[in-house]
């Protein structure tokens, strides 16, 4: 360095801090950082975590012994009424009785040590009313203290009232969310590999449209090609998730609206990948074969083809890969696969099963991930 | 006889490559293209199969007038000139057979060339040329496995395939080290003086015309500025060619 | 092509007895040739189909199945007689029926996506205008009296409201629920186009209807006009006073900005600055983590080494799930908004940069750091001219890019409650409040493909 120093870069960095400093006390503020939130709300997401880490996996099967009686509501003063049911081990203090009615209810001989719950069954609804929950004793007794719902004063006649009991029994099989896991976790694969493949009709021949050197340098050609490349970044720029919030409204919720979504975003990643594949090929063979005497479809077969299969193949093994990804939330929208029921676990508190499938989620990625690498490493 | 006359082409971007150029080849000559880089040699090769389009002027073999051919016409005159090329531009990804092959497509059928179903005449023709060349081993190799030289012999065994009358070489050794250099020039002109095969060749180095050529013509900036003998270019003339401060290094 | 044959090792074997192994189970065949890894491929195929099929009760697509079955046996019987069969065809064949299962999973559905394009006929129409300005309407009213429902006593003369302007007029002075009334108007500018409104006695307003359609009123070039509406319901059973109302716009102001180019904007602001915050902190930890999941750092000690496995399986675990899963596990601990979409974002970019900046620094030359090393520079001198310079281009490239993909992302974690322009889109959408929607994707389609310049910009000059 010769004596003096250069000004450029100090402007430069003022200029620059200048410019950061507002906008990062800008997007704090604008983001409602909260530091203090986040600790100590701590605990909050400690249960989470710690369900997250415990999976459901294996359950047992789950056993059920029902017992009911019937009873009259309301009921005039003085009438007589005869019950029916399992009155020997399910009573009732009374079975006459008007809504808000205090009634007991015992149980006995009972498997011992178990719990249950009552229901009442409403003449004229469907469904059952949920009471209270109860836990048998060591001798398979319960007393349980409820009152007449309303709602059984608005139905008159003959109502049950319900004892259920449930226990698990039996061998140890895949839990019902890891087998919901599993079957939404292949049809998430399959979601992204119909959308891969659909998405090739379109992004193959669009890539053509999309490649400098392949179109033809007239300005019709021109324009088609600006065409292309527009259609490519505007869609690419839109979220595959926001597609298939439209979509569901199309085809409705499922699959298949999740498929179309991936679909058209592939269409545009991939026809952007591949018209830069395109246009990087090396134009000598074409001078060659053209050279021959060859017509343009065997100019296209022997010297095009053969120099974008492979890149062309490696992308479509990597946006598979991106889809599967992708596909795993986009049922949070209603487009299918893992996120619909991911979802709505999380939106049940359904920890456990929530955890199962978002270890499902990590399995499947990881090994999409490393199979892509491996496949497009073979090609290159 | 190949004649070009008064040949033009300027550049999209206004380059002016050629700048009107007339010379005529009797069948069977053996012609070395010289210059410097940037003189127009690849235009003028490239113009006589309109691979690149002349601006004006006309190029003429054998009374059929190529410039004005339509297109299925001059895919028939193009399968009949050879071409070999710097690069080599083999498909790479392709067996060495199928690159052989491509020689015939002027003469096959679209369908039966991209099915793959060649008949039994042009896959000996396509051993017999690689056997020519010395590479007949290699045939079911890919073309990207092969050696520099072993790559532009198997252009050369493409060429052939076209059983071509004409053959234009731009720089045929460029990409190669001197031995390996005329190991190829000599099958190249192994094809003029055995086939009969008239040759274009343009090439770098004085001293490979020299020993190959029958005749010489030299470009500069897109004009033509010497047509004759290898044996009159002295050193007055190479200082014509090639700039003041040149000398002339010899291949061996 | 023709390839020399091959002199094959299974001559002596039976074509037709290999075809019918195959056929029996699939695989036998070739297993039969001794093509031992490619009939356990058949076989594997052909278990793993079938089991997928059964599992997901997809019987029924037993014929799809048949190509693969059949090919595979032909081919063990071209094997037999020494030809090579190629790999290509086997290949399609399974396609078939991974495809027909892919088809059934997926619930493709031509018919319907035919059927209902008219749904999102709207949608469509409605993406060619965004309402981002919309003008501001003034509008005046004219109100008239009367009474529901009917009372026991007999009711009054027809009503008509009193000037100045123009003025309404009744066919009765009392109406009961789903009477037909007739509306008269006079001294109104001509061919004045206007609604009819109810307003009851509280003050709640809502459209006049008539036989299901909304009431509108044009005047003649007289000023007057008549309409018939049908009394609404009102909920009290005595006779209250009731109006109906003839409004009409009198001023249609300049375009101004709407309410929506508003709330885009400000949503966009926030999406962007998520992005940025999200960016900053990721990159400030994947800093320091990458150190760790370095392998050439990493190899000096077994105990380090060990260290470096536990922080790659951390980094590729948190990296397979997508942000918006992790954004409602934040939502559920830091409450709604763009904090939570913050830090779902950073964790996805912590795990995403550490990545790639490992891999930076495994790939840093050794040449260089000796060549430093050799001039005898102390340490600091070593990373600071040796390392830095090979390492900060790679990490700058990587951030930047980051950046974009944040910005793509945070569009979309407002869908969970995290903040950004999501959240109001997927709001816009389900209301089918098309327009608005429109607004925002064009806002989202704008500010993504200017950042994809300009990343790609920045990364170009650096790299
Ligand atoms: N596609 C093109 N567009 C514009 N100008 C071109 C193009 N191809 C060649 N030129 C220009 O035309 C002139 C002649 O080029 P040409 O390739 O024919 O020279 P050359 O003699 O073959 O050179 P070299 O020995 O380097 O191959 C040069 O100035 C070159 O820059
Ligand atoms: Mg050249």
């Avoid at chain 3, 991974?98 to 559905?109: C, L, M, P, R």
């Avoid at chain 3, 009394?231 to 001023?251: C, D, G, L, M, S």
Wanted: aromatic content about 10%.
């Amino acid at each position: 360095m010769d004596g003096k120093r250069p000004r450029g870069p100090w402007a430069k960095t003022l200029m620059a801090l200048a410019i950061a400093i507002p906008l990062y006390i800008w997007s704090w503020e604008a983001t409602q950082i909260d530091l203090g939130k986040l600790v100590q709300d701590a605990y909050k997401a400690g249960p989470i975590v710690g369900q997250l880490l415990r999976p459901s996996l294996l359950a047992r099967g789950v056993q059920r012994d029902r017992l009911q009686v019937t009873l009259k509501v309301p009921c005039a003063p003085g009438e007589t009424y005869e019950p029916q049911g399992d009155l020997d081990r399910l009573q009732l203090s009374a079975h006459c009785l008007n809504p808000r009615d205090p009634l007991q209810v015992t149980g006995i001989n009972l498997r011992p040590n178990t719990q249950g719950r009552l229901y009442w069954i409403i003449t004229g609804v469907e469904g059952r009313l949920r009471d209270e929950r109860f836990t048998t004793d060591e001798n398979g007794a319960f007393t349980v203290e409820t009152d007449v719902p309303p709602l059984l004063g608005e139905n008159p006649g003959e109502h049950r009232l319900q004892a259920e009991l449930r226990w698990e029994a039996g061998s140890l099989n895949p839990s019902p969310a890891l087998r919901t896991t599993a079957e939404k976790l292949i049809e998430t694969v399959f979601l992204a590999l119909m959308a891969t493949t659909l998405a090739n009709f379109f992004a193959i021949p669009l890539s053509f449209l999309g490649a400098r050197n392949i179109m033809p340098s007239t300005g019709w050609g021109h324009t088609v090609y600006l065409a292309t490349r527009t259609f490519f970044n505007l869609t690419r720029s839109i979220e595959p998730l926001i597609l298939a919030t439209i979509f569901a409204i199309w085809v409705g919720f499922g699959p298949f609206a999740g498929v179309l979504a991936l679909t058209v975003s592939t269409v545009a990643n991939l026809g952007k990948l591949y018209s830069e594949a395109a246009e990087s090929i090396d134009p000598g063979p074409i001078e060659a074969i053209t050279a021959t005497g060859a017509n343009r479809i065997q100019v296209i077969w022997f010297a095009v083809i053969p120099q974008i299969v492979p890149p062309y193949i490696a992308f479509a093994v990597y946006q598979w890969d991106i889809n599967v990804r992708m596909s795993t939330i986009i049922g949070f929208v209603g487009g299918g696969g893992i996120g619909m029921e991911l979802s709505r676990w999380i939106n049940q508190l359904q920890w456990n099963a929530a955890a199962t499938a978002v270890w499902g989620i990590v399995l499947v990625v990881t090994v999409m991930d490393y199979a892509s690498a491996l496949i497009r490493e073979r090609l290159v | 006889m190949l004649q070009i006359q008064d040949l033009v082409k300027v550049y999209e971007d206004g380059t002016q490559a050629l700048k009107g150029i007339s010379f005529t080849v009797e069948d069977g000559e053996f012609v070395a293209i010289i210059g410097l880089s940037g003189s127009g040699k690849s235009t003028l090769l490239r113009c006589i199969n309109r691979l690149i389009e002349p601006t004006s002027g006309r190029v003429i073999w054998d009374g059929v007038d190529i410039t004005a051919a339509d297109p299925r016409e001059l895919r028939r005159i193009r399968r009949q000139i050879g071409m070999i090329f710097q690069q080599f531009n083999l498909v790479k990804r392709l067996p060495v057979l199928t690159n052989v092959l491509t020689g015939r497509l002027g003469y096959v059928s679209t369908w039966r060339s991209i099915t793959g179903r060649w008949s039994r005449a042009d896959v000996e023709r396509a051993f017999a040329n690689l056997e020519l060349v010395g590479i007949r081993e290699k045939a079911h190799n890919r073309a990207d496995e092969l050696s520099g030289g072993q790559q532009q012999r198997v252009g050369i065994a493409r060429a052939l395939m076209q059983e071509p009358r004409l053959l234009l070489a731009d720089e045929p050794v460029a990409s190669l080290d001197p031995a390996t250099s005329h190991s190829v020039m000599k099958y190249v002109e192994q094809l003029n003086r055995e086939m009969g095969v008239t040759v274009l060749c343009s090439l770098h180095f004085l001293s490979l015309a020299r020993t190959y050529a029958s005749r010489i013509l030299a470009l500069k900036d897109g004009l033509l500025v010497f047509d004759g003998s290898p044996q009159e270019i002295d050193d007055r003339r190479f200082k014509e060619i090639y700039g003041e401060e040149a000398v002339e290094v010899e291949i061996r | 092509m023709v390839h020399e044959t091959p002199s094959a090792p299974s001559l002596r074997r039976h074509p037709a007895l290999a075809a019918l192994l195959g056929l029996l189970i699939p695989g036998l065949g070739h297993l039969y040739l001794g093509r031992r890894e490619r009939g356990a491929a058949i076989l594997t195929t052909a278990l793993a189909l079938t089991g997928l099929a059964l599992w997901l009760e997809l019987t029924a697509l037993a014929p799809w199945g048949l190509p693969f079955w059949l090919w595979q046996a032909w081919e063990a019987r071209r094997y037999a007689q020494g030809r090579d069969p190629g790999t290509l065809r086997l290949l399609l064949t399974a396609a078939i029926l991974v495809y027909a299962i892919g088809w059934q999973v997926t619930e493709i559905d031509l018919q319907r996506f035919v059927a209902n394009a008219p749904k999102i006929r709207p949608f469509v129409v409605s993406l060619l205008r965004p309402n981002y300005l919309e003008r501001e309407i003034t509008y005046a009213s004219v109100r008239i009296q009367f009474t529901m429902p009917c009372g026991p006593e007999a009711p009054g003369p027809p009503p008509t409201s009193s000037g100045p302007g123009p003025v309404l007029g009744l066919d009765r002075a009392c109406a009961d629920p789903g009477d037909p009334i007739t509306v008269y108007g006079e001294g109104f500018p001509p061919n004045l186009e206007g609604e009819l409104w109810f307003e009851n006695t509280i003050g709640d307003r809502a459209r006049l209807h008539h036989q299901g359609e909304l009431v509108d009123f044009v005047a003649g070039p007289d000023g007057r006009f008549q309409a018939t509406v049908t009394a609404p319901e009102v909920a009290t059973e005595q006779p209250q006073p009731q109006f109906i109302e003839a409004r009409y716009v009198t001023e249609v102001g300049p375009l101004q900005p709407s309410e929506t180019a508003r709330l885009v904007v400000y949503r966009m602001g926030e999406t962007i600055a998520q992005a940025l915050m999200a960016t900053t902190w990721g990159a400030l930890f994947a800093v320091l983590i990458s150190f760790f999941a370095a392998r050439n750092l990493m190899r000096v000690h077994p105990l380090t080494f060990a260290l470096y496995y536990v922080v790659r399986t951390l980094l590729n675990i948190l990296r397979a799930i997508e942000p918006l899963i992790m954004a409602i596990v934040f939502v559920v601990w830091v409450g709604l908004g763009p904090f939570a979409g913050v830090l779902a974002l950073t964790m996805h970019s912590i795990a995403a940069l550490g990545k790639l900046y490992s891999e930076a620094i495994e790939n840093i030359e050794p040449g260089p750091i000796e060549a430093i090393t050799a001039t005898g520079a102390n340490r600091i001198q070593v990373i600071w001219f040796g390392v830095l310079p090979q390492v900060w281009p790679p990490f700058v490239a990587f951030t930047v890019y980051r950046w974009d993909i944040n910005v793509r992302m945070s569009t979309i974690i407002g869908f969970v409650g995290g903040g950004g322009i999501g959240f109001l889109l997927q709001q816009w959408i389900r209301l089918t409040d098309f327009r608005s929607a429109s607004a925002a994707i064009w806002a989202i389609a704008l500010v993504v493909t200017v950042l994809d310049f300009f990343s790609s910009e920045v990364r170009k000059r650096i790299v």
